[in-house]
């Protein structure tokens, strides 16, 4: 079945840090892969995504690449913020299975302090 | 445009108790799913729904019930509470499942067992 591994966390990093959650995947098929954010006391938000193998999702300064060989899709930012301060989950989508449901990791926690 | 809407946003059930989690969208969504969210454990499908007249299960779909009679509404039932359902419950829609489109979520349904 399909399974999303996560960076443990909670990381906790200065204002200005580079960041990198790393991410790995294990599907049937060929899934389309997501990064999701949840700041406190709120559903999640779709960040970016990619829907094959070396696309780049890019927002907010955020960035993914679909990286097939290594069934990864590490999150990277170069400068973080306070504001970035949430949980971010890393998820896929396939057609096999629960019919292109998401599988989640466990998340990440990300304090950004000033 | 409300996106998806999620009712109550708190709730404390004594065990034995049923009740229904709302959830209901305005975007002609046709896909929509429900999840619960613990600690360490990211987010887990319990049931989803591909159109109006269908639904299935997903990972965890024991203790609950899910209709859909219409495609802007899926309400998802505890039949009798337990404390192990104690979690917090997100409703998300996608316009056609996640492979290509995210999903939008609610901001959740807080709910205590006790």
């Known amino acids: 079945g399909n399974s999303v591994t996560q960076m443990e966390g909670p990381v906790t990093l200065s204002e200005e840090a580079f960041l990198t959650i790393n991410c790995t995947y294990t599907?049937?098929?060929?899934?389309?892969l997501f990064w999701y954010v949840q700041y406190p006391g709120e559903g999640l938000q779709l960040l970016l995504k990619?829907?094959?193998?070396?696309d780049k999702g890019s927002n907010k300064g955020f960035e993914a690449t679909y990286r097939k060989e290594t069934t990864s899709f590490h999150l990277e930012k170069g400068s973080v913020q306070v504001s970035d301060s949430a949980v971010y989950f890393c998820?896929?989508?396939?057609?096999?299975?629960?019919?292109?449901?998401?599988?989640f990791g466990s998340g990440t926690q990300l304090t950004v302090l000033p | 445009n409300a996106g998806v809407t999620q009712t109550p946003k708190f709730q404390v059930l004594k065990t034995g108790q049923s009740m229904t989690l709302q959830c209901a969208q305005d975007?002609?969504?046709?896909?929509m799913s429900w999840y619960r969210q613990d600690p360490g454990m990211g987010l887990r499908l319990i049931h989803y729904?591909?159109?109006?007249?269908?639904?299935d299960q997903g990972e965890v779909p024991n203790g609950y019930n899910v209709s859909r009679s219409t495609t802007e509404d899926f309400p998802l039932r505890l039949l009798s509470a337990a404390p192990s359902q104690t979690s917090v419950y997100f409703c998300?829609?996608?316009?056609?499942?996640?492979?290509?489109?995210?999903?939008?979520f609610g901001s959740g349904t807080r709910l205590t067992v006790v």
């Open positions: 998300a829609s996608s316009k056609q499942g996640g492979t290509n489109y995210g999903y939008t």
């Open positions: 599907a049937t098929g060929y899934p389309s």
């Open positions: 990619a829907t094959k193998a070396d």
């Open positions: 998820a896929l989508s396939d057609l096999g299975g629960s019919a292109r449901q998401l599988t």
């Open positions: 975007m002609n969504h046709e896909y």
């Open positions: 729904s591909v159109g109006a007249g269908i639904t």
